[in-house]
C-alpha cells in the first residue's frame, strides 16, 4: 500500500466522515410529486370512450367549455378545469359531474387528432367488491 494510517492526518478523515453521514441521511428523503406530475400520470394512454348519451355530450362540448364554470347537461352540472398538456403531449382537463342526488364523479379527458376521450384516473381509489 502506498500510504499508512500514520501519513493521513486526521483532519482530512473528519470531512469525509461529515461527507458520509449526510449522504446516508439525504438517501431517505422521500421525493412528492408535484400537482402537474399527478396529473401528467393521469394519461395512461388508455381511451375510455364514452358509454352513455351524457358522456358523449360532455366530450363533444368539452372543447368549448370554459375553465371551472359549470354546465347543466340533462340535470347533472358538468364542471372542466383548466386544460393542460400531459406528459405525452396531449391536451387534458379534469372533468367534475355533480348529479342533483349528490353524487359526484371525477373524470380526466384527453384529446388527440380533436378528438376527446376518457382516461382512466390511476390515483382514484381501486373500486371495493361488494356483495354478489
Known amino acids: 500500500m502506498w500510504f ?3 501519513s493521513v492526518p486526521k483532519v482530512w478523515t473528519l470531512p469525509y466522515w461529515f461527507a458520509g453521514v449526510l449522504i446516508v441521511a ?7 410529486p408535484t400537482a ?4 401528467d400520470a393521469a394519461d395512461t394512454g388508455t381511451r375510455l370512450e364514452a358509454q352513455t348519451p351524457l358522456e358523449q355530450s360532455v366530450l363533444a362540448e368539452l372543447p368549448r367549455m370554459p375553465a371551472d364554470r359549470p354546465r347543466s347537461f340533462g340535470g347533472v352540472a358538468v364542471s372542466a378545469g383548466a386544460p393542460y398538456h400531459a406528459a405525452s403531449g396531449r391536451p387534458c382537463r ?3 359531474l355533480a348529479a342533483q342526488a349528490g353524487e359526484v364523479a ?5 384529446a388527440e387528432a380533436g378528438s376527446w ?4 384516473d390511476v390515483f382514484a381509489p381501486a373500486p371495493q367488491a361488494g356483495p354478489r
Open 106 to 110: 371525477e373524470r380526466v379527458a384527453c
Open 26 to 32: 439525504c438517501g431517505g428523503a422521500k421525493v412528492v
Open 94 to 96: 379534469k372533468v367534475t
Open 117 to 120: 376521450f376518457f382516461v382512466p
Open 36 to 39: 402537474q406530475e399527478a396529473k
Open 4 to 6: 499508512s494510517r500514520r
